[in-house]
């Protein structure tokens, strides 16, 4: 199984709600990340869990918080986010060990489409 | 970190190969070229990777050139489902990331 699952497909959500992002991989990898993407540009790195430790913050607003409960689950609360978050929301997993290896492969899920309206 | 540049667009007739280049004009010695592509509505899939030597995969082969500031993913034989947005990138192992380039819209032609 290569596959990075995520949920929900689309997300539709006010200024002031507070929301989450999900993404599962059941390939044992042991480092997980989430990018952004806005329409016709590529993926920008987010954040890198490494052994279900935040190894890299990209100097994310603090409105995007991620979890990870356990090696095969990432999560993204989302809260008092701004029309400017709009965007593609990929999760992606790689082989490891932990922290990310330059030879690595990275899986992607399909992503979560987010509108803040 | 690298600096990778990538056509916008090209198009190719089916069947036929397709050569899609890649400058990296700041590579470092270690860093990996990687290859992902990304169909309408889905996620980045992995193509190949290499660091100096040309590669071959099932899906194509991957040419760097010997100062490796510049690499050429080949698609043997293009078909319909091959169209899709291409993107460089290369694995800084100092920031520990990938960063992609910009993409190259490839539109293949019946």
């Known amino acids: 199984d290569t596959e990075v699952t995520q949920t929900p497909k689309h997300l539709v959500m006010g200024m002031t709600n507070k929301k989450s992002l999900k993404c599962e991989q059941h390939m044992g990898h042991r480092a997980m990340y989430w990018y952004k993407q806005k329409a016709k540009k590529p993926p920008e790195l987010m954040f890198v869990y490494s052994y279900e430790k935040l190894s890299i913050n990209e100097s994310v607003p603090s409105r995007f918080s991620p979890e990870c409960p356990n090696s095969s689950l990432l999560n993204l609360h989302l809260h008092a986010l701004q029309p400017e978050d709009s965007a593609l929301y990929l999760c992606?997993?790689?082989?490891?060990?932990?922290?990310?290896?330059?030879?690595?492969?990275?899986?992607f899920g399909p992503g979560t489409r987010l509108t803040v309206l | 970190d690298a600096k990778t540049t990538q056509p916008n667009s090209m198009e190719s007739n089916e069947e036929e190969p397709v050569h899609l280049p890649c400058n990296h004009s700041?590579?470092?010695?270690?860093?990996?070229i990687h290859w992902y592509r990304q169909l309408p509505s889905q996620g980045p899939e992995y193509v190949i990777h290499?660091?100096?030597s040309n590669v071959n995969n099932r899906m194509a082969s991957l040419a760097i050139a010997e100062d490796r500031k510049s690499s050429t993913l080949i698609l043997h034989r293009a078909t319909l489902r091959d169209a899709a947005v291409y993107y460089c990138?290369?694995?800084?192992?100092?920031?520990?990331?990938?960063?992609f380039g910009s993409g190259t819209q490839l539109t293949v032609l019946p």
């Open positions: 990138s290369s694995f800084s192992g100092s920031a520990r990331q990938l960063t």
């Open positions: 700041t590579i470092s010695g270690t860093d990996y």
């Open positions: 992606a997993s790689s082989q490891g060990p932990g922290t990310p290896s330059p030879a690595d492969t990275q899986y």
């Open positions: 290499g660091l100096t």
